[in-house]
């Protein structure tokens, strides 16, 4: 078969037909053939029985190319350039493709947001989509009342969506049950959106205790950089804060409700990711071989020892 219709200007639809017509071709091919084979073995036996229906098949085929050539949706003169493929030609055909999967060397850390979702959580995800960067949201049940479809859109992005709480009443202040019927809450309401959070719950106020984490099937992720965002409200002191402890490892802590927090996620970002990657809290755990263990609370990470080779 003659291949000079492929060229580099072709777009991609033109190059969609072209595939189908090769695999026209090819089933075309294959039926001929085994006619002409099924005939030569039937002329041995001086009994020529000829089975016209494979040819229709071709005649058919030949038909539709035709047509399609009318219509001058075929790049070729149909009559002038298609062959038949002689039947060792068949199984190279088609060129298979593959994926190449570089790998990443950036140091992982984990990006994690507390309260919301609120009123700037939308800009924030589409920060974080422009920069190919996954975060971890602990959302609060007022927040994913309030914002269902920005809390769906977290996920729908693959973001990890994670427990807060209902109303943001410390724990110690509740009994487990109390605790229990305020998380189950905001799984309902995740659950309602088709949201699938994970079993992680970041306590309000990063106030636990042993009885809770005891009592409470849930790993607890706390921080190891607290940015301060809630306190400062100031773009520059709160890169300034991760740029000063961002280490291999680190969950960052940030709240999703403040405009300045979204402005210093904007600002940073390009420029961190030259050299961090910022994964979900259980990807971070996972990519250092850390199980993430119900009843245990977590500040970071224990980074897995790269061995050299
Ligand atoms: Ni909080």
Known sequence: MKMQYINSNFN??????????????????????????????????????????????????????????????LPINIEDEIEVPKEENLVTSEIEETEVIEEDNRIPVALTFDDGPGKYTDRLLDILKDNDVKATFFVLGTGVENYGDVVKKAYDNGNEIAIHGYSHTSFKKMTIEEIQTEIDTVVNLLNDLEITPSNLVRPPYGSINSNIKENLNYSFILWSVDTLDWKTKDKDAIIKEINNSIENGSIILMHDIHETTVDAVEEMLPELTDEYRFVTVNELFSLNEQELEEHESYHKVKVLEKVEE
């Open 12 to 73: 991609y639809n033109k190059k969609l037909k072209i595939k189908k017509v090769r695999r026209y071709l090819m089933i075309a091919a294959l039926t001929f053939t085994m006619s002409l084979s099924s005939a030569s073995a039937e002329e041995n036996s001086k009994e020529i029985n000829f089975d016209s229906s494979s040819f229709n098949n071709v005649i058919e085929f030949k038909r539709q190319m035709l047509d399609l050539n009318e219509k001058e949706e």
